[in-house]
């Protein structure tokens, strides 16, 4: 059967990725001062906040500056370290902010065959070629014209894989046929 997987960009990830390292750094100087005002007599949250901040910077030096690096674990031990502080709210919020990092990161791709299109939103949806006006790959550009008049367009990931465009175009056309 065949099949196409076109890996797309993630124009959000950047920023994304810099809000978490302010989440991070905002998390790690909150429970060291609240560590401060309790006057040193409970250590644990800061010993949380220390390795989570750990475990964000060390993959940074061990993968390189320009790699994907993930908060979710760092978000998780902020968690317990205000679970411990009793203040379950932030550690609540920092669960949330942990799958939202992990979601942020994931790869974006469209998979293509002879069934439909699935392409990313929320949650991966599947789309049926009876609700599809075009599929075309035009100068790295993915678009999808549904029927109800939606339209999704995004560029390609060129760096993960060449498509054939003309290949994928006729493809998709014989499909719509």
Same mark, same amino acid.
């Given at each position: 059967?065949?099949q196409?997987?076109?890996?797309?960009?993630?124009?959000?990830e950047?920023?994304?990725? $810099?809000?978490?390292?302010?989440l991070?750094?905002?998390?790690f100087?909150?429970?060291f =001062?609240?560590?401060?005002?309790?006057r040193?007599?409970?250590?644990v949250p800061?010993i949380f *906040?220390i390795l *989570?901040? $750990?475990f964000?910077l060390?993959?940074?030096?061990l993968?390189?500056i320009?790699?994907?690096?993930?908060?979710?674990?760092?978000f998780?031990?902020?968690?317990? *370290?205000?679970?411990?502080?009793? @203040?379950?709210? =932030?550690?609540? $919020?920092?669960?949330?902010?942990?799958?939202?990092?992990?979601l942020a990161?994931?790869p974006?791709?469209?998979?293509? #065959?002879?069934?439909? $299109?699935? @392409?990313?939103s929320a949650?991966?949806k599947?789309?049926?070629?009876?609700?599809?006006?075009?599929?075309?790959?035009?100068d790295g550009i993915?678009?999808?014209?549904?029927?109800?008049?939606k339209l =999704?367009q995004?560029l390609?990931d060129?760096k993960?894989?060449?498509?054939?465009?003309k290949?994928f175009? #006729? =493809?998709c056309?014989?499909?719509?046929?």
């Amino acid at each position: 059967m065949q099949q196409y997987q076109i890996f797309l960009i993630n124009g959000k990830e950047k920023p994304y990725g $810099v809000i978490s390292w302010l989440l991070l750094l905002l998390n790690f100087i909150s429970l060291f =001062f609240l560590t401060v005002s309790f006057r040193f007599e409970k250590w644990v949250p800061l010993i949380f *906040a220390i390795l *989570a901040m $750990v475990f964000s910077l060390v993959p940074l030096f061990l993968k390189g500056i320009h790699k994907k690096i993930t908060h979710s674990w760092s978000f998780g031990l902020f968690s317990i *370290a205000w679970f411990i502080s009793h @203040y379950f709210i =932030f550690g609540i $919020v920092n669960l949330i902010l942990g799958i939202l990092d992990l979601l942020a990161r994931k790869p974006l791709f469209v998979r293509v #065959d002879k069934y439909g $299109v699935e @392409y990313p939103s929320a949650i991966h949806k599947k789309v049926y070629w009876k609700d599809i006006s075009n599929v075309i790959i035009k100068d790295g550009i993915l678009t999808i014209d549904f029927k109800n008049n939606k339209l =999704f367009q995004q560029l390609i990931d060129e760096k993960k894989q060449t498509i054939n465009e003309k290949e994928f175009n #006729d =493809f998709c056309r014989m499909q719509l046929e």
